[in-house]
């Protein structure tokens, strides 16, 4: 289709003051798709998200939604069905699983179809929960409002393997069925590229490498060497 991607990023650079983290970040979200970014600790990859998300203002390049500049606020996109979920598990623990949702605004009967196994534990105190249990509670919330774009930071931090797939799966159904646009920051390379249609490795705030998941997937060893010796 030649429809613009829902998200993209032309010559970004962007940082915490005048000097830029980012440098001529490109990437593109396309409906339907799951883009992995990855790369080593303090490549830039949570400041391309804050950037993407409206939170920081680029210094150089920009951001496009549908097409079309975007230079509104990070509440304004969220209205506009930007989702965001990050390591923190956003859930309200003294609250049921049920009533999370609720408060949440969340479509219930889409958050079970995504996380079946929420629904037995439905009238359960969060705080009750596993940890993997508050993380899907967590991306339940954020899917069952229907956005068109989830940026996940770390979704899957100090979870059981098990677990992330379980949540990596989900987010992958919800592309697949509802047509969202995933950007998914992950330390669990492999799993990550088992999931996603197109992969960038950041390093130094640069993108080095990019392609489809199955190329990616195929120059494993070179993405293991963007994680070796940053300085
Ligand atoms: P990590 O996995 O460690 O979070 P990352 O790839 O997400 O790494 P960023 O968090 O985007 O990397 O950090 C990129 C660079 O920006 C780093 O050099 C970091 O020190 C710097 N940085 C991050 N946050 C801030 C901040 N709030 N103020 C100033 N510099 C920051």
Do not use: C, W
């Amino acid at each position: 289709s030649h429809e613009p991607p829902l998200l993209e990023s032309r010559g970004l650079h962007a940082g915490y003051g005048p000097a830029s983290v980012l440098r001529d970040v490109e990437i593109k979200i396309a409906r339907g798709q799951v883009v992995a970014l990855l790369g080593p600790n303090g490549a830039g990859k949570t400041t391309t998200v804050h950037t993407l998300a409206g939170e920081i203002k680029p210094l150089k390049g920009e951001v496009l939604r549908n097409g079309v500049r975007d230079t509104s606020p990070l509440f304004r996109r969220a209205r506009q069905g930007l989702a965001y979920v990050g390591e923190d598990r956003t859930v309200f623990m003294t609250l049921t699983v049920a009533e999370n949702l609720r408060v949440a605004r969340a479509n219930t009967d889409h958050a079970f179809e995504l996380f079946p196994e929420l629904k037995r534990l439905a009238g359960r105190r969060t705080g009750l929960l596993s940890g993997g249990e508050q993380q899907m509670l967590a991306l339940a919330r954020v899917l069952g409002r229907g956005p068109s774009v989830l940026l996940a930071d770390e979704l899957s931090l100090g979870l059981a393997p098990l677990v992330v797939d379980r949540l990596l799966a989900a987010v992958r159904q919800a592309a697949d069925e509802r047509e969202l646009g995933v950007l998914l920051v992950e330390q669990h390379v492999e799993k990550a590229l088992k999931y996603a249609d197109y992969a960038y490795v950041l390093r130094r705030g640069e993108v080095i490498i990019e392609g489809s998941g199955a190329d990616i997937r195929g120059r494993l060893d070179e993405v293991q060497d963007s994680y070796l010796s940053v300085a």
